[in-house]
């Protein structure tokens, strides 16, 4: 099974609890990145990942955790969840770090509901 | 900071239309563009990408077009069917640090048969 997966689909959690999705994805790409999706705006960048332990902050990292220590495996934790993390979170890969022919691909989503 | 938009947010067309999806961008310092489709509940899927230097991208009935320059691309559907209804979203790649994608809010398209 070729491609980005992501695990769960849909997760309902409390408030406080903490909480990680994962990412896994076959490609052996060196680029991966979680983005949130909320209505009003958009997909947001969260974090990336350049390779195996190389981490950065995207646009909303606050209450955000992510490692990666396999290069087809990044999960995203959030520490103590809160109601405005409720989302659908998105992963996604790609090869090349920038150019022209950088092209990111997409896995299924995360569907987060924080009580 | 780069701002994107896509005009109209929601577009509703009969069965066999041919239309037109804009997306325009503020900084036009960008490596490519990609446009993505999106059904509900699903993912984005990379529907093609434009690089920089390029004018258009063409796969089957669908064609990109970018004038870089005037920070635009749209998007044009031939054809159009009831199984093209989904979100399109646009997102170029930035330049200058952290090379990454800023997303449109997309438009709804429904086909209607």
């Known amino acids: 099974d070729a491609g980005i997966t992501q695990s769960p689909r849909y997760k309902i959690t409390e408030t406080g609890r903490q909480v990680t999705l994962m990412c896994h994805q076959t490609w052996s790409h060196s680029y991966m990145f979680w983005y949130r999706q909320d209505l009003g705006h958009g997909l947001r960048l969260i974090y990336y990942s350049a390779a195996a332990d190389i981490t950065d902050k995207g646009e909303v990292p606050d209450g955000y955790v992510v490692s990666r220590s396999k290069t087809e495996n990044f999960p995203l934790t959030l520490e103590s969840a809160t109601r405005s993390q409720t989302s659908v979170y998105f992963c996604a890969s790609s090869e090349y770090r920038a150019g022209p022919y950088n092209e990111q691909f997409f896995g299924p989503g995360t569907r987060l509901t924080v009580l | 900071k780069q701002e994107v938009t896509q005009i109209p947010a929601a577009l509703s067309v009969p069965e066999g239309e041919n239309l037109v999806l804009n997306c325009s961008f503020t900084d036009s310092a960008i490596y490519n563009l990609q446009w993505f489709r999106q059904d509900p509940g699903k993912g984005l899927t990379s529907l093609l990408l434009?690089?920089?230097?390029?004018r258009e991208q063409t796969s089957g009935r669908l064609n990109a077009s970018l004038d870089k320059s005037s920070g635009r691309s749209t998007l044009y559907i031939a054809a159009s069917q009831p199984g093209d209804s989904a979100t399109y979203l646009c997102?170029?790649?930035?330049?200058?640090?952290?090379?990454?994608?800023?997303f449109g809010k997309g438009t709804k398209l429904t086909v209607n048969p």
């Open positions: 997102a170029p790649l930035t330049q200058g640090g952290s090379e990454k994608l800023v």
């Open positions: 434009i690089q920089s230097s390029q």
